[in-house]
């Protein structure tokens, strides 16, 4: 049983994936292998040619997998979109990162039918509300919450590499009430997808402050300390840890300011989880140490403002963040009073100074 459908009587969905990166392109390709779902893509430039001509590629602890082409849906371009083939999609899952998700959810609209299921995976809390919003602003389509658990990036354009997180998952629910039929049928299909597995969650938004928590907290320590800070690192660091505790805790207690339920007892099993993931960091962290945008200000960010909001003090984050959005903003090429180019002999990252320097 599955959702409380048989294995061999699924329901076949429309799954619309915006972005085939590594959670887009992972959990897309996923859902891909089960049977009578048909997942299409929106993608751009290389990963367009890639997806149409091979399909999606995973190269994955939990099993490697090329889905054809032939076996996905329309693969939209999103620079043509106008032009693209419209249908109305069932599940509309958006991949990309929490500052593109507004942008992206919108160019999604058009394939948004009355019962469509809106599925945000990114990270961070601070932005469900507004998904929330733009979907209920549209007058049709059903917004979920959701995230998702994942160490995978882009191998190269239509090929995914998944590392840690075995296996991955997909957290959602609905903000309130209830699961629909249709929330229950997106269950189902996960529950028959290999390599990942989905939880439908009562509450939903506790789950997602769960995760937020650590992602935020680990990104800290990870981003500032550098790559050889690998998470099964931090737990065997004790002046890491220590910090890495220290924001844990003060997001736990912001999280409580919301009246968001969460057991400290999830704080232990995060260590655990810490352990066990030989080599991970997170993607926020390679994008900061990459020279690329990255989600440091819809996480640690968001944490300082909702910090200042509800009145809880968080410095250890607060410090973590401002030693980090400084590399961000020079990464999306903004001019800051006093930065010159360091000089030759310094490795630098991110389009204000071009190439990397050896």
Request: glycine share 10%; aromatic share 6%.
């Given at each position: 049983?599955?959702?409380?459908?048989?294995?061999?009587?699924?329901?076949?969905?429309k799954?619309?994936?915006?972005?085939?990166?590594?959670?887009?392109?992972?959990?897309g390709?996923?859902?891909?292998?089960?049977?009578?779902?048909?997942?299409?893509y929106?993608?751009?430039?290389?990963?367009?040619?890639?997806?149409?001509?091979?399909?999606?590629?995973?190269?994955?602890?939990?099993?490697?997998?090329?889905?054809?082409?032939?076996?996905?849906g329309?693969?939209?371009?999103?620079?043509?979109?106008?032009?693209?083939?419209?249908?109305?999609a069932?599940?509309?899952?958006?991949?990309?990162?929490?500052?593109?998700?507004?942008?992206?959810?919108?160019?999604?609209?058009?394939w948004?039918?009355?019962?469509?299921?809106?599925?945000?995976l990114?990270?961070?809390?601070?932005?469900?509300?507004?998904?929330?919003?733009?979907?209920?602003?549209?007058?049709?389509?059903?917004?979920?919450?959701?995230?998702?658990n994942?160490?995978?990036?882009?191998?190269?354009?239509?090929?995914?590499?998944?590392?840690?997180?075995?296996?991955?998952?997909?957290?959602?629910?609905?903000?309130?009430?209830?699961?629909?039929?249709?929330?229950?049928?997106?269950?189902?299909?996960f529950?028959?997808?290999?390599?990942?597995?989905?939880?439908?969650?009562?509450?939903?938004?506790a789950?997602?402050?769960?995760?937020?928590?650590?992602?935020?907290?680990?990104?800290?320590?990870q981003?500032?300390?550098?790559p050889?800070?690998?998470?099964?690192?931090?737990?065997?660091?004790?002046?890491?840890?220590?910090?890495?505790?220290?924001?844990?805790?003060?997001?736990?207690?912001?999280?409580?300011?919301?009246?968001?339920?969460?057991?400290?007892?999830?704080?232990?099993?995060?260590v655990?989880?810490?352990?066990?993931?030989?080599?991970?960091?997170?993607?926020?962290?390679?994008?900061?140490?990459?020279?690329?945008?990255?989600?440091?200000?819809?996480l640690?960010?968001?944490?300082?403002?909702?910090?200042?909001e509800?009145?809880?003090?968080?410095?250890?984050?607060?410090a973590?963040?401002?030693?980090?959005?400084?590399?961000?903003?020079?990464?999306r090429?903004?001019?800051?009073?006093?930065?010159?180019?360091?000089?030759k002999?310094?490795?630098?990252?991110?389009p204000?100074w071009g190439?990397?320097?050896?």
């Open positions: 049983m599955s959702g409380g459908y048989q294995s061999g009587d699924l329901p076949a969905l799954w619309l994936i915006f972005g085939c990166g590594g959670v887009g392109g992972y959990f390709a996923r859902v891909a292998q089960v049977k009578g779902q048909k997942v299409s929106i993608v751009r430039n290389k990963a367009l040619a890639a997806l149409k001509e091979h399909g999606v590629k995973i190269t994955s602890i939990c099993g490697d997998v090329q889905v054809p082409a032939s076996d996905l329309p693969i939209l371009d999103s620079q043509a979109l106008d032009k693209e083939e419209r249908f109305v069932d599940v509309i899952m958006l991949g990309c990162k929490a500052w593109e998700a507004a942008d992206c959810l919108k160019a999604c609209e058009p948004c039918g009355p019962n469509t299921l809106v599925l945000p990114q990270n961070g809390v601070e932005g469900l509300s507004n998904i929330k919003d733009i979907v209920g602003s549209w007058g049709k389509g059903h917004a979920l919450a959701g995230c998702c994942i160490v995978s990036a882009i191998a190269e354009p239509g090929h995914i590499r998944h590392w840690a997180a075995n296996p991955p998952y997909i957290t959602f629910g609905e903000f309130t009430g209830e699961p629909t039929e249709r929330t229950k049928q997106v269950k189902a299909v529950d028959a997808a290999p390599g990942m597995e989905g939880h439908l969650e009562a509450d939903a938004l789950k997602i402050w769960e995760k937020f928590c650590f992602i935020c907290s680990t990104t800290a320590v981003a500032t300390t550098g050889h800070a690998t998470q099964d690192v931090i737990p065997q660091i004790p002046e890491l840890c220590t910090t890495w505790r220290a924001a844990m805790c003060e997001i736990i207690a912001l999280c409580h300011s919301y009246g968001i339920a969460y057991e400290m007892e999830q704080l232990e099993k995060r655990e989880a810490l352990t066990a993931a030989v080599g991970a960091t997170t993607s926020c962290s390679r994008d900061l140490w990459n020279g690329k945008p990255s989600e440091v200000d819809d640690l960010g968001s944490v300082v403002r909702m910090g200042k509800q009145k809880v003090p968080v410095p250890t984050i607060s973590c963040y401002g030693t980090l959005i400084m590399r961000d903003r020079l990464a090429g903004v001019e800051l009073p006093g930065v010159k180019c360091p000089e002999g310094h490795r630098i990252l991110g204000a190439k990397p320097q050896d």
